[in-house]
């Protein structure tokens, strides 16, 4: 992918649009194809050259295949190659659980559809260049804030041909959970904490190995497989802050905990030859106490950094960029939106954010800690066998996972100029 930059010499020059959105991933993208749908001028930045980085959220969950329903695009994506997950299970000390059933959801897709995140991201460049007042800048990195009369007027990006100062009506802080955008603006941040962290890793799949989402669940350790047709995406979950510790016990000792979890594997362990080819999330659970301020908004990790249990993040900035759209389009095409109107978007979502990351801290309490600290024989909690047990409650996980506590819609129509 190439980067949609002006011509420009090795100084300080300007730009401008409607709405800079800063971030190229889920819910930036996501919004900019919804605003220049609606005929609003936007500019997306990404600071990659592309969007192939390993290890991102690869879940796109049921409310969002929704969503590109509502856009007509559903049925070309879902041409590309995916894979779907129709439950979720998990191994708890040798014991298989279904604990997640998506197939009684009110959507038209009753699963999850596995796909690198960059092909998803891809796809919505794709359809959001179809729409004269779209600009997607890669390799364009937010490095400050304009300011002016106590409003954020725009952004200062480095690129590859110079700094370009770029004015907006409205920067939408989309950069994810290290955001530079709400750094920059001194947007107060609650964290709210997570006792673990996430090795991911890469082992190829073979025929016979199982097709659904999996995890494994054994003596002080956790892990989740990701089919990725010929590979398995891998997540290793770990006590918060341990990682030199189990770098120090060596990668061999590393393979052995991860056989011990997936015997299955076998010798395709011995793929993770050195540390390079194991990459550390350090976990964040944390959400700003206010998501704007005059000529900003911040939305999706930026505004709210989520667990990784359940892969609900991605659904959350999908719904985000959902919800600012069919509040902010219409202003937007004009003009500014005020102070007001930017609240709004935080009042439709921040409920649904408080929801799922106490439901997500629940998880942690009462299955993550449990788990990581346990030592000898693991029998499953309580909540798992209940929900493993009694087919009807396998939808209440599925319901959170796959659609969220808030699913929004699109409302805005396509706009046609006069």
């Known amino acids: 992918m190439t980067a949609d930059l002006p011509a420009l010499a090795a100084v300080t020059t300007t730009d401008k649009t409607r709405c800079c959105i800063v971030g190229g991933g ?37 409310s969002t295949l929704e969503v590109l329903h509502e856009l007509g695009i559903l049925d070309e994506f879902l041409t590309r190659p995916h894979q779907e997950a129709q439950t979720v299970s998990l191994t708890v000390g040798g014991t298989p659980m279904v604990l997640g059933d998506f197939s009684h959801l009110p959507t038209r897709c009753k699963f999850v559809a596995l796909m690198p995140q960059w092909d ?20 364009a990195e937010c490095t400050g804030l304009l300011t002016g009369d106590g409003a954020v007027s725009g952004v200062r990006v480095n690129t590859p041909k110079g700094v370009v100062e770029v004015a907006a009506d409205l920067v939408v802080g989309a950069d994810g959970r290290r955001s530079v955008v709400r750094d920059k603006a001194g947007l107060v941040v609650t964290d709210i904490g997570a006792p673990m962290d996430v090795l991911w890793m890469r082992l190829s799949r073979q025929a016979g190995d199982p097709d659904q989402l999996l995890g494994k669940v054994g003596a002080g350790q956790m892990l989740v497989m990701i089919d990725r047709d010929t590979y398995w995406q ?45 990459k550390l999330l350090t976990v964040t659970v944390d959400r700003l106490v206010r998501w704007a301020r005059p000529g900003l908004l911040c939305i999706g990790d930026a505004a709210h950094a989520m667990s990784p249990i359940g892969g609900i993040g991605i ?11 069919n509040i902010l389009s219409a202003r937007l095409r ?84 006069p």
């Open 26 to 62: 889920p819910a930036g993208m996501m919004l900019g194809l919804l605003l220049a749908r609606a005929g609003v001028e936007v500019l997306v930045l990404e600071k990659h050259v592309d969007f192939l980085r390993d290890f991102r959220g690869d879940t796109i969950h049921p």
């Open 120 to 139: 998803f991201l891809d796809f919505l460049a794709d359809h959001a260049r179809q729409y004269p007042n779209f600009r997607l800048w890669m390799e």
């Open 315 to 325: 659904n959350l900035a999908i719904q985000d960029a959902v919800a600012t759209a």
């Open 234 to 278: 891998c997540a290793f979950v770990i006590p918060k802050g341990t990682f030199a510790d189990l770098r120090a016990a060596g990668l061999a000792a590393f393979r052995a905990r991860i056989l011990e979890l997936a015997p299955f594997i076998g010798n395709r362990a011995e793929e993770l030859a050195t540390w390079d080819q194991v």
């Open 334 to 417: 004009e003009g500014a939106p005020d102070m007001a109107l930017l609240a709004k978007v935080q009042a439709r979502r921040d409920w649904a954010t408080r929801t799922t990351q106490a439901f997500q801290v629940m998880m942690q309490n009462r299955l993550i800690s449990p788990v990581l600290a346990s030592r000898g024989n693991l029998s499953a909690p309580l909540l798992l066998r209940v929900l493993a047990g009694i087919p009807l409650f396998r939808r209440i996980p599925a319901r959170i996972v796959g659609m969220g506590f808030q699913p929004e819609h699109i409302e805005t129509p396509a706009f046609t100029p």
